[in-house]
Every structure is written in C-alpha cells, then in structure tokens.
Nanobody, 121 residues
Framework: QVQVVESGGGLVQAGGSLRVSCAVS????????MGWYRQAPGKQRELVAT???????NYVDSVKGRFTISRDNAKKAVYLQMNSLKPEDTAVYLC???????????????WGQGTQVTVSS
C-alpha cells in the first residue's frame, strides 16, 4: 500500500520562508511526476509546482521566482521551498505522486493528507 506524507507546514509572517516536504513509501515500482497542489478555503485546488523523474519542472505563474520544487529520487521525496511568502499563499498544501506499483501496472495518482501553510500579514 502506498503512503504519501507531507510535513513542514506552519505559520509564517509575510515575506518569510517555509519548506514543505513529502515522502512516499510502500509498494512502489517507479514514480513519474511528483508535485504540490494547494487548496484555500472556498477555492478550487490549484497546481503549484510539478517535477518529473527526468527533472522537468512546471510552476504556476503566481509562485514563479519565489518557490522552488526539488526531489530526491533515492528517498522518494519531493520538497517545496517557499520564499517571499504572501498572505494569498495561505492554503493546505497537498503532495501528489504519479506512481506505478508493479512492473506491469499503470501509473496512478496518489495524494497526501495535506499540510497547512498560513501566512500572516
């Protein structure tokens, strides 16, 4: 069984920094894309950043230049360094991983429970 666990959220003042981490464990053959999404109260879930196994990175325009996504394939982990945080970055940040559990299985999306990031003004 696959588990996706986030950590590192918290409360920070505007202009500050936070780093959130995500570790994947369980029955895993290979991981393709990993990424971070966020969901604020009353809003739809939105993509923040993704990174493929080959290192291709994608950011939503609102975080470009402020957030950096990285991954450690050996640790099956993905990280999001968030700098120059703004109150509008406040949301639950969710980790997503596209995983193939077995050699002949298809890729499926797995989600963590999320970690709260709150930016005060």
């Amino acid at each position: 069984q696959v588990q996706v666990v986030e950590s590192g959220g918290g409360l920070v003042q505007a202009g500050g920094s936070l780093r959130v981490s995500c570790a994947v464990s369980g029955s895993i053959y290979t991981i393709n894309r990993m990424g971070w999404y966020r969901q604020a109260p009353g809003k739809q879930r939105e993509l923040v950043a993704t990174i493929t196994s080959g290192g291709t990175i994608n950011y939503v325009d609102s975080v470009k230049g402020r957030f950096t996504i990285s991954r450690d394939n050996a640790k099956k982990a993905v990280y999001l360094q968030m700098n120059s945080l703004k109150p509008e970055d406040t949301a639950v940040y969710l980790c997503n991983a596209e995983i193939r559990e077995y050699t002949f299985s298809i890729y499926q999306d797995y989600w963590g429970q999320g970690t709260q990031v709150t930016v005060s003004s």
